[in-house]
């Protein structure tokens, strides 16, 4: 939902998404139980 609403936001003040040439960087935290290991699947998503 994060990633969504970036982007949401984004296009609300751009106008448009294709102006967009890169994104720098992008920090993902998961909030998950101790033997989940797919953290990279869940920030990739976004």
Request: charged letters at 15%; glycine letters at 14%; zero cysteines.
């Amino acid at each position: 939902m994060t990633g969504i609403t970036l982007l949401s936001v984004l296009q609300v003040v751009l106008g448009d998404l294709g102006r967009i040439k890169r994104i720098a960087k992008l920090l993902g935290m998961v909030n998950a139980v101790p033997d989940f290991g797919d953290h990279p699947a869940v920030i990739n998503g976004y």
